[in-house]
Nanobody
Framework: QVHLVESGGGSVQAGGSLRLSCSAS????????LAWFRQAPGKEREGVAS???????YYADSIRGRFTISQDNAKNILYLQLNSLKPEDTAMYFCAVRGDSLFCGSTLRSPVNYNYWGQGTKVTVSS
């Protein structure tokens, strides 16, 4: 059974940084796409960043240059480094996995492209 657990969220002031982690277990895909999505109160869930089995990374325009996605394959941990945070980055952040690495960047367009999700970790940025 696939199990994803996020951690690392918190409250920071604008301009601050956080590093989110997602511990993944229970899947053994030959290739996969791992991603971070976020959902602000009253808004739809939106794709933030994804990484495929080759380590290629993809980002939403709204966070490009500020956030960095990475993974530790040995530990099965997915990371999202958040820098230069803005109040509009306030949201619940979720990690997700799909058992297919094709078009990993395009999968950020919709959460329906992902099969498994964590419970989320909350990020609050104050001005």
């Amino acid at each position: 059974q696939v199990h994803l657990v996020e951690s690392g969220g918190g409250s920071v002031q604008a301009g601050g940084s956080l590093r989110l982690s997602c511990s993944a277990s229970g899947y053994s895909y030959s290739s996969q796409c791992l991603a971070w999505f976020r959902q602000a109160p009253g808004k739809e869930r939106e794709g933030v960043a994804s990484i495929d089995s080759d380590g290629d990374t993809y980002y939403a325009d709204s966070i490009r240059g500020r956030f960095t996605i990475s993974q530790d394959n040995a530990k099965n941990i997915l990371y999202l480094q958040l820098n230069s945070l803005k109040p509009e980055d306030t949201a619940m952040y979720f990690c997700a996995v799909r058992g297919d690495s094709l078009f990993c960047g395009s999968t950020l367009r919709s959460p329906v492209n992902y099969n498994y999700w964590g419970q989320g970790t909350k990020v609050t940025v104050s001005s």
